[in-house]
């Protein structure tokens, strides 16, 4: 007998068998395949039913299929133990108000002790390993039933090894790994991989490994298995198999995340072990799979004696204390101290009672509560909110009722958030939109931009494309990108800023040495900047823009022309310094970069370290009463030599002024020839007193110091 699909029957993939022609004949069904039913991967040829199945029955009643559910569930990172069938069965049971009964392990009588050796030279990343010997292994296909969990789970049945080390974790949440014990010498070594090791993994790819890697290696350091990722082709289970050695181990979650990454391998075990597995749970696991195993190997012999060394890293068991009015004013309910140990206890958090002293204000008064002992398979509660959550979801939120919690002090912006604010709102003013690139760049984007940091830039491991390989140094090149993009849609008087984070590699003394674990360790350096663009302005925009920044934030910085930023005009731009720290840049970029960005307009150009106006405290700004005498302005114009920055002829005229000197502003600029070394500068400076009118021998007197002082740098007066 074979099982006939009649016409109307929709099978398990979505098709509908309708009444096609064969050959000039009408087709009134199909014959299935195993694979078309969806009890197998076997697609080979059409399934014969067993001998005592009958005529014109449901052919899944003749097998024995029970119609199953099977739930697509979306589990969030903080509850790893859900991604275990066990973790969902003990919610919902403790939902539902019945009692959670584990599936049973394996109760065989065990065999001869026969431990292998195990040797942890990473104990933080490998903080327990678990080798347990089973013989009487017969390798084949699993059991009907099994095969068809595997399938219902959306993996692929292999055979009643495989099959059953992946329906172990499936129902445990526990990975676990079978080698063949004859192809593993002597024993197990847990270490970090060597510079240029490979390992070919069970998908038949040649891994190349790098020395953050954790590897599984057999005796004589021979790599077998990229921990918590996936075993090696050189261990692989085979139909020869008799002996396996069962690895069932607790690794580091960063570290299992990061090579998985790296080598862009995410497994069904990755997956679990980068949000945590129980780490007491690798006992039950062994047995669970050794359950399932003897289904097909009756002679299966578990060894006693299994080598379980776990080192200081281990997690441990939390104590959590909870108090009990807390619960009640965080959910708005009036839960007893019962009520709040029955639903935690379902779940199996285990409440001692304690009296719990709670301040408030002044006032210290002792309340009912528990000394919380967190269940292993729960890393996520860590603090007394977490466990204020399980008793929500336990209540539940709908039957929380509408009384309203007690209010909390309402929140605002911090000073940090609050400079921020003002500084975009100022930044604003000027008429700048905001302009927000991608912070990565490809290979070459810094030195086009004039930017000499590209050696600084860190790199990405694995960047999608080579366009995005590198981290930003410095905002300038997506700015000029964002700027050209505007202009080559005729945005000719387009200004943007933006307020972005910078990153540059920090290099320590053992980098340095090129010891490569010690430079990972080594965060960047990052660095929160400010960068405005204009189109179509000089140099004077930018200065300007500075001056009113300064202004608002109480913050200064000098302009040094002497250090001209490379990217930027060689005549037209200064650095702004405090003392010797650089805080940034101001003036025109380059004509030969923004000829690269296709910009035919001048471009000015603001470049600040932000934490240098958002990191320091405001000045208090002090008012002065408005003079009700007239001020009097000189105007004076000087040839200045090229060595004298016009920054530095400012201040020293400011400072000749004196307490009369209320502003000195440089009104005119004036060269003969690009070729000169000189050029003319002019200032106008305001002269007030608070308390007079200036007489015209003050004035004189005030003109003399300043060109007394202007000549002091080797300025002349301009007759």
């Known amino acids: 007998l074979v099982p006939l699909a009649t016409l109307g029957t929709k099978m398990p993939d979505g098709r509908e068998i309708l009444r096609r022609g064969i050959l000039g004949i009408d087709s009134e069904g199909m014959l299935c395949s195993a694979a078309e039913l969806g009890l197998s991967s076997d697609a080979a040829g059409i399934m014969i039913l067993p001998a005592g199945a009958k005529l014109g029955r449901n052919v899944f009643d003749a097998l024995g299929v029970k119609r199953d559910v099977v739930y697509d569930l979306d589990i969030t990172r903080n509850r790893p133990d859900a991604t275990g069938h066990l973790g969902v069965a003990r919610d919902v049971a403790a939902q539902l108000g019945v009692k959670f009964v584990p599936l049973k392990g394996d109760a065989a009588k065990k065999g001869a002790a026969r431990r292998v050796p195990v040797k942890i030279v990473d104990e933080k990343a490998c903080a ?151 780490p007491l749970g690798v006992d039950y696991s062994v047995a669970r799979f050794a359950a399932l195993l003897r289904e097909s190997c009756p002679n299966l012999l578990v060894h006693t004696g299994a080598a379980d060394p776990r080192t200081r890293h281990l997690p441990k068991q939390p104590v959590v204390l909870l108090r009990v009015a807390q619960v009640n004013r965080v959910l708005g309910t009036n839960l007893s101290p019962k009520d709040v140990a029955a639903k935690l206890g379902k779940i199996g958090f285990a409440c001692t009672p304690k009296k719990i002293a709670t301040r408030n204000g002044s006032a210290v008064a002792s309340g009912p509560g528990f000394a919380v002992k967190v269940p292993s398979w729960r890393p996520d509660c860590v603090d007394e909110i977490d466990l204020v959550e399980e008793v929500a979801r336990h209540v539940g939120y709908d039957a929380l009722g509408k009384r309203v919690s007690q209010s909390t002090q309402p929140g605002g912006l911090s000073p940090l958030q609050q400079r921020r604010r003002a500084l975009r709102d100022l930044v604003l003013s000027f008429g700048a939109s905001e302009a927000m690139p991608n912070p990565f760049l490809a290979p070459g984007d810094h030195e086009r931009a004039g930017v000499t940091l590209e050696s600084a830039a860190l790199e990405l491991e694995n960047p999608l494309v080579v366009e995005e390989s590198l981290l930003r140094t410095s905002l300038r090149p997506g700015m000029l990108k964002a700027v050209a993009f505007n202009v080559s849609h005729r945005a000719t008087d387009i200004a943007l800023y933006e307020l972005g984070h910078v990153y540059r590699a920090r290099v320590s003394t053992d980098a340095k040495s090129g010891d490569k674990a010690a430079r990972d360790l080594d965060l960047p350096n990052e660095t929160e900047q400010l960068c405005i663009m204009a189109v179509g302005f000089d140099a004077s925009e930018a200065v300007g823009w500075w001056s009113q920044i300064t202004a608002v934030f109480g913050v200064g910085a000098q302009l040094d022309q002497s250090r001209v930023p490379a990217g930027y005009h060689p005549t037209r731009s200064a650095t702004l310094a405090r003392g010797k720290q650089v805080v940034g840049y101001v003036g025109e970029v380059d004509r030969q970069v923004l000829t690269k960005y296709g910009i035919e307009e001048r471009v000015a150009c603001l470049e600040v370290d932000a934490s240098v106006l958002l990191g320091e405290s405001p000045k208090v700004p002090v008012a002065k009463p408005v003079s009700r005498f007239p001020s009097s302005d000189i105007d004076l114009a000087f040839s200045v030599p090229a060595k004298v920055t016009a920054a530095a002829l400012q201040r020293a005229v400011k400072q000749a002024a004196g307490a009369l000197g209320e502003d000195v502003v440089l009104f005119d600029v004036f060269r003969k020839a690009a070729a000169d070394e000189s050029r003319s500068l002019a200032y106008r400076i305001r002269l007030r007193a608070a308390d007079r009118t200036l007489t015209d021998a003050e004035v004189a007197a005030a003109r003399t110091a300043c060109i007394a002082a202007a000549e002091k740098l080797g300025c002349t007066l301009r007759s």
């Open 128 to 278: 327990r390993f678990n080798v347990t010997v089973i013989s009487g292994i017969a390798v084949g296909p699993s059991p009907d039933h099994l095969a068809r969990r595997v399938l219902a789970a959306g993996m692929r049945p292999i055979n009643n090894v495989v099959d059953a080390s992946n329906l172990a974790m499936l129902e445990t949440n526990q990975p676990n790994h079978a080698y063949d014990a004859a192809k593993v010498s002597s024993g197990f070594r847990i270490r970090k991989a060597k510079v240029g090791e490979t390992l070919t993994t069970l998908d038949g790819t040649l891994r190349k490994l790098d020395t953050a890697d954790l590897l599984i290696c057999d005796g004589d350091d021979r790599a077998i298995g990229i921990a918590g990722v996936m075993g090696g082709a050189n261990t692989e289970i085979s139909e020869t198999t008799t002996e396996i050695a069962l690895e069932t181990a607790w690794f580091e979650p960063n570290g299992v995340r990061l090579t998985s990454q790296r080598l862009a391998l995410r497994t069904e075990a990755s997956a679990r072990f980068e949000r945590g597995v129980d």
